[in-house]
């Protein structure tokens, strides 16, 4: 006997599955068709010579369904979920190889006997070759290019998990089975802008560090205000902080540091958290860390939404 979250569990995921199946289906068919018609190659896409680029694409392409479902369902991405994700995405893989191979219906040329499916795969893997920049073929790698071989499944496997994968670290409401909302409530700035001063300027330096040290310790004041409104569920006092950061919003958010205010709720039971994050540097330099986190009262969250 199974226990009684067995079936359910199995029916849910169900749903997920055949909605990758599906977008996996549609992916390798639209890949297909682009390699037999175009010289739009994706699948041989590769980045410094070794990051199968293209690969990876696909392979989003083709698991998007997995966590389109996940996220509309409120399925959640478990651990074992992951797993059948990779599987499944190898099996897409050599399934597709397969699908190719069969429609070739290739024989040897000197006596007419049908041509294997591991021939046929070592043989285009050995095949393997770098376009040149004149837009001939290279020569081929032979058994290095399983090496290439390799990348591209791994790429495609890989990449298949990248969305499942971001999914299972969304906030979940285990009651209601669903994905959280995160509505961003503000910014409070925790630095002050940048400003030059010289090395050899030790008074300068100093000085500029006290005042980075003076706007970190206001910003923390003013969190730790909202905390203690948040856990009181005083939902006007915590509104007039907000509005009060409001105006300010821009300026805040090209500081070098500043608290970005998250409200994590569950749109239905209202399970809440007030979240606090650490944001530092800008666009491709930005450190985020979580600097606190508040449970809240499902009432508090709930006016607050309103
Ligand atoms: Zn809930």
């Given at each position: 006997?199974?226990a009684?979250?067995g079936?359910r569990?199995?029916?849910?995921?169900?749903?997920?599955?055949?909605?990758?199946?599906?977008?996996?289906?549609?992916?390798?068919?639209?890949?297909?068709?682009?390699?037999?018609?175009?010289?739009?190659?994706?699948?041989?896409?590769?980045?410094?010579?070794?990051?199968p680029?293209?690969?990876?694409?696909?392979?989003?392409?083709?698991?998007?369904?997995y966590?389109?479902?996940?996220?509309?369902?409120?399925?959640?991405?478990?651990?074992?979920?992951?797993?059948?994700?990779?599987?499944?995405?190898?099996?897409?893989?050599?399934?597709?190889?397969?699908?190719?191979?069969?429609?070739?219906?290739?024989?040897?040329?000197?006596?007419?006997?049908?041509?294997?499916?591991?021939?046929?795969?070592?043989?285009?893997?050995?095949?393997?070759?770098?376009?040149?920049?004149?837009?001939?073929?290279?020569?081929?790698?032979?058994?290095?290019?399983?090496?290439?071989?390799g990348?591209?499944?791994?790429?495609?496997?890989?990449g298949?998990?990248?969305?499942?994968?971001?999914?299972?670290?969304?906030?979940?409401?285990?009651?209601?089975q669903?994905?959280?909302?995160i509505?961003?409530?503000?910014?409070?700035?925790?630095?002050?802008?940048?400003?030059?001063?010289?090395?050899?300027?030790?008074?300068?330096?100093?000085?500029y560090?006290?005042?980075?040290?003076?706007?970190?310790?206001?910003?923390?004041?003013?969190?730790?205000?909202?905390?203690?409104?948040?856990?009181?569920?005083?939902?006007?006092?915590?509104?007039?902080?907000?509005?009060?950061?409001?105006?300010?919003?821009k300026?805040?958010?090209?500081?070098?540091?500043?608290?970005?205010?998250?409200?994590?709720?569950?749109?239905?039971?209202?399970?809440?958290?007030?979240?606090?994050?650490?944001?530092?540097?800008?666009?491709?330099?930005?450190?985020?860390?979580?600097?606190?986190?508040?449970?809240?009262?499902?009432?508090?969250a709930?006016?607050?939404?309103?």
């Amino acid at each position: 006997m199974s226990a009684p979250v067995g079936p359910r569990e199995e029916q849910s995921y169900l749903l997920v599955l055949i909605s990758g199946l599906a977008t996996t289906a549609l992916t390798l068919v639209g890949v297909y068709v682009l390699d037999a018609n175009t010289d739009f190659h994706i699948m041989g896409w590769y980045a410094n010579y070794i990051l199968p680029i293209g690969a990876v694409i696909v392979g989003v392409a083709a698991s998007s369904g997995y966590g389109l479902a996940s996220w509309f369902s409120g399925i959640k991405i478990t651990r074992s979920l992951l797993w059948i994700v990779l599987v499944l995405q190898l099996a897409a893989y050599f399934a597709t190889q397969y699908i190719g191979f069969k429609s070739l219906h290739l024989v040897h040329r000197k006596n007419g006997t049908p041509v294997g499916f591991v021939e046929y795969f070592d043989a285009t893997a050995r095949s393997f070759a770098w376009k040149q920049d004149n837009g001939s073929a290279g020569a081929p790698l032979g058994v290095w290019g399983y090496a290439f071989r390799g990348l591209e499944i791994i790429g495609f496997a890989a990449g298949g998990l990248i969305v499942p994968a971001l999914l299972r670290k969304k906030p979940y409401c285990q009651a209601c089975q669903r994905y959280m909302r995160i509505r961003q409530l503000g910014l409070v700035p925790t630095s002050v802008p940048v400003k030059k001063v010289k090395k050899s300027d030790a008074v300068g330096l100093a000085a500029y560090e006290a005042e980075q040290q003076q706007a970190f310790d206001r910003g923390k004041q003013t969190v730790e205000a909202l905390q203690q409104h948040a856990a009181g569920a005083k939902v006007a006092d915590f509104q007039k902080i907000l509005a009060e950061l409001s105006p300010g919003k821009k300026q805040t958010a090209k500081l070098p540091g500043r608290f970005s205010l998250q409200l994590v709720h569950c749109n239905r039971c209202y399970a809440s958290q007030f979240v606090v994050k650490q944001l530092l540097g800008q666009g491709k330099h930005l450190k985020q860390t979580d600097f606190s986190s508040t449970e809240l009262h499902s009432e508090f969250a709930r006016s607050v939404c309103q």
